[in-house]
């Protein structure tokens, strides 16, 4: 099959944090390893509290079942992936992977699955290897949405599904302005009092941009549904989050 797979990129480029692709890849590199000792503490924050039951019941939702093997890319400190663990049961298989190495050391206080320092562009896997693959909050990281999402394609077995958890930009004026105090300034407040570090200040800052500046959800389907997915489809919940799930045919 000839897939579109000229270059998508989640965001435009944000010249606060980065110059270039280059400088970008370095600044996720170092804020991410900097703030993993605090991301469990940041991720509560920017999830109401409400990040455990709900990533459960998406993965339920998206068809994840006893006994299926699962790639958890971005897994930084393993809260999809242990929610995807306890799901497929002792029979079956989850493998961790993340760039950040500081993450990487957090996952592995809490989780006893293979964990891989990688890339979502290359994933050091072979062909058809996975029954189901996740992402938690990640997507607006990557360089090219279309060669992360062929590299998805690549991985799964036919029949293997795709599940992408993300945060989503409020569309009405109400909503972007509800979304700009909480996450663009109470989160980033509220992690630097509550870690005493201005890194994890910045990451959350950072978070709140990505998000401002995010494709739309058409922008996505349209672009898992060039590598070669089929049933794309997204939902929205709570007007601050979203899913992508599709099939590998």
């Known amino acids: ?14 010249t ?3 110059r270039d692709e280059t400088q970008r890849q370095r600044f996720l590199t170092r804020i991410f390893d900097d703030t993993a000792s605090h991301y469990d503490r940041i991720s509560g924050l920017m999830s109401f509290g409400s ?10 939702r998206a068809g994840l079942k006893r006994g299926m093997k699962v790639l958890d890319v971005a897994v930084g400190t393993g809260a999809v992936a242990c929610a995807a663990a306890r799901i497929v049961g002792p029979v079956g298989a989850v493998m961790g992977l993340d760039p950040s190495r500081g993450m990487l050391g957090q996952a592995s ?6 964990l891989i320092q990688g890339v979502a562009e290359r994933l050091p896997f072979r062909d058809g290897v996975f029954d189901f693959l996740s992402m938690g909050y990640a997507l607006r990281h990557v360089a090219d949405l279309r060669h992360t999402f062929g590299e998805y394609f690549r991985v799964l077995r ?3 599904t795709l599940l992408i958890l993300d945060f989503a930009r409020p569309r009405s004026r109400v909503g972007l302005g509800l979304g700009h105090f909480y996450l663009g300034r109470a989160v980033p407040l509220m992690a630097r009092l509550s870690s005493g570090s201005k890194e994890a200040q910045l990451l959350t800052h950072y978070c709140w941009d ?12 349209a672009a898992i549904t060039s590598c070669g997915f ?11 989050l979203s899913e992508y799930a599709a099939r590998r045919p």
Not at 1 to 14: A, C, G, K
Not at 53 to 59: D, G, I, N, P
């Open 51 to 60: 990040g455990a039951w709900y990533r459960r019941s998406a993965l339920r």
């Open 16 to 18: 606060d944090y980065y």
């Open 158 to 160: 036919p029949g293997g």
């Open 109 to 114: 206080n809490k989780l006893r699955i293979a």
């Open 1 to 14: 099959m000839n897939h579109d797979r000229r270059t998508v990129s989640p965001h435009p480029i944000l």
């Open 230 to 240: 089929e049933d794309a489809t997204s939902a929205g919940w709570f007007g601050l």
């Open 210 to 221: 990505t998000l401002e500046n995010f494709v739309p959800p058409e922008t996505i389907l």
